[in-house]
Nanobody, 121 residues
Framework: QVQLVESGGGSVLSGGSLRLSCVAS????????MAWFRQAPGKEREGVAL???????TYATFVKGRFTISRDNAKNTLNLQMNSLKPEDTAVYYC???????????????WGQGTQVTVSS
């Protein structure tokens, strides 16, 4: 089982930026895809962005144009650059190793422990 450890969360003002990183204990180059999910208090976990092993990325509508997902296979690292953050982006963000290219919870093979992102107005 691959271990995933997120970092980079924190508190920012609306309009600010944060960069999340996820380091994997194993080789992510063989993963079909890697993704970021988030879960706000009282809400279900939802997909944010996914990047497949061919580099093609998929984004949830609510983050398009603001967030960018990237992966560095040599460093076994997944990143999420988040710009123009809004209070509604407040959530715990999770890194995930995927079994396919579907940005759904049921397609997740391994989860990280999560990192808190708080955006205040």
């Amino acid at each position: 089982q691959v271990q995933l450890v997120e970092s980079g969360g924190g508190s920012v003002l609306s309009g600010g930026s944060l960069r999340l990183s996820c380091v994997a204990s194993g080789n992510i180059a063989n993963a079909v895809a890697m993704a970021w999910f988030r879960q706000a208090p009282g809400k279900e976990r939802e997909g944010v962005a996914l990047i497949a092993n061919d580099g093609i990325s998929t984004y949830a509508t609510f983050v398009k144009g603001r967030f960018t997902i990237s992966r560095d296979n040599a460093k076994n690292t997944l990143n999420l650059q988040m710009n123009s953050l809004k209070p509604e982006d407040t959530a715990v963000y999770y890194c995930a190793r995927m079994t396919n290219r579907q940005l759904t919870v049921r397609s997740v093979n391994s989860w990280g422990q999560g990192t808190q992102v708080t955006v205040s107005s």
